[in-house]
Nanobody
Framework: QVQLVESGGGLVQAGGSLRLSCAAS????????MGWFRQAPGKEREFVAA????????YYGNSVKGRFTMSTDNAKNTVFLHMATLNPEDTAVYYC???????????????WGQGTQVTVSS
């Protein structure tokens, strides 16, 4: 059974930083693309970052490029999202997801975590 468990969310002031973690189990980590998505109240789910299984290339959403960095600890089957220079528009529930496909499209992700809330105060 595949499980993705996010952690690290919280309340931070604008300009601050947070690191989210996603611990994966029940899957062969190196065979999956891992993605981060977010959803703010009343808005559609938004792509944040994805690391593709076929080469490890990382894509970033336009709104987070240059501020967010995705990394992995393969030994611990864990992915991280380092978020810097946060602003109130980054407030959302952040989800970790896994896909057998090399993709950054949410519809192609098979497994999702429960989400972790990130709130950025102005």
């Amino acid at each position: 059974q595949v499980q993705l468990v996010e952690s690290g969310g919280g309340l931070v002031q604008a300009g601050g930083s947070l690191r989210l973690s996603c611990a994966a189990s029940g899957l062969t980590f190196s065979s999956y693309s891992m993605g981060w998505f977010r959803q703010a109240p009343g808005k559609e789910r938004e792509f944040v970052a994805a690391m593709l299984w076929n080469g490890g290339y990382v894509y970033y959403g336009n709104s987070v490029k240059g501020r967010f960095t995705m990394s992995t600890d393969n030994a611990k089957n864990t992915v991280f999202l380092h978020m810097a220079t946060l602003n109130p528009e980054d407030t959302a529930v952040y989800y970790c997801a896994a896909s057998k496909v090399a993709t950054h499209q949410a519809k192609d992700y098979d497994y999702w975590g429960q989400g972790t809330q990130v709130t950025v105060s102005s």
